[in-house]
């Protein structure tokens, strides 16, 4: 069994940071790539951004130079900083992670429970 736990949500004012993280945590035997994505009301499912096991990153046109993505191999943790906000960015943010489990489960997404995050214009 393999589960994501997001944080870091929350109301932030227009211009404001927030900080999202993402724990995985199971009998996990790899974990390939990691990603953001978020659904805002009425839209469909966006990808936010990805990060490679070797830190190469991909980022959505609309967060280019506001959003960072990194994680932590050793705490199977991956972090979305995201700064200048926008109350367009408002939104359920979901991580994702490719995950070989240990065993014989065959390599595949697990998805997180999402976290609210709320801009204020």
């Known amino acids: 069994q393999v589960q994501l736990v997001e944080s870091g949500g929350g109301l932030v004012q227009a211009g404001g940071s927030l900080r999202l993280s993402c724990a995985a945590s199971?009998?996990?035997?790899?974990?390939?790539?990691m990603r953001w994505s978020r659904q805002a009301p009425g839209k469909q499912r966006e990808l936010v951004a990805d990060i490679t096991s070797g830190g190469s990153t991909n980022y959505a046109d609309s967060v280019k130079g506001r959003f960072t993505i990194t994680r932590d191999n050793t705490k199977k943790t991956v972090y979305l900083q995201m700064n200048g906000l926008k109350p367009e960015d408002t939104a359920v943010y979901y991580c994702t992670a490719h995950v070989k489990a240990i065993g014989l489960t065959p390599t595949r997404d697990y998805w997180g429970q999402g976290t609210q995050v709320t801009v204020s214009s």
């Open positions: 199971g009998v996990i035997f790899r974990i390939d790539d």
